[in-house]
């Protein structure tokens, strides 16, 4: 909700200036970066949700649960689809799963059961 507010607010400020075809321009171009990067990202979390099961399994893990998915404002890179994992030694972790220029990657790994020696 923050990003879409800061767009109103470029919005407005732009409306307030004395140039209105400068303040159309602009509201276009950003209505443009919307529609693309909502489409491109959305699209990249099909793609992932496809791929994931066996790119985690090939790394030696075992899907727990689906988490979801997550789209950046102007996620240049596409989304991120969250999972909770297993490893073969029993281990828990939430991480998320992106494309970057065709290659798959593991983001924001978080062991859950891990003991601390805090």
Not at 75 to 91: E, L, M, T
């Amino acid at each position: 909700m923050k990003e879409w507010r800061t767009l109103w607010k470029i919005i407005n400020e732009a409306s307030n200036t004395n140039n209105q075809k400068l303040f159309k321009m602009k509201k276009l171009f950003l209505l443009v970066i919307i529609a693309l990067s909502v489409s491109s990202c959305y699209r990249d979390v099909e793609k992932i949700k496809k791929v994931a099961p066996s790119y985690l399994k090939e790394r030696g893990y075992k899907i727990v649960s689906y988490d979801g998915y997550e789209c950046d404002f102007l996620a240049i890179q596409g989304g991120f689809v969250w999972y909770q994992v297993k490893d073969s030694d029993g281990y828990l972790y939430n991480l998320a799963i992106s494309e970057w220029r065709g290659e798959y990657h593991i983001y924001n790994q978080k062991c859950l059961n891990a003991v601390s020696n805090k």
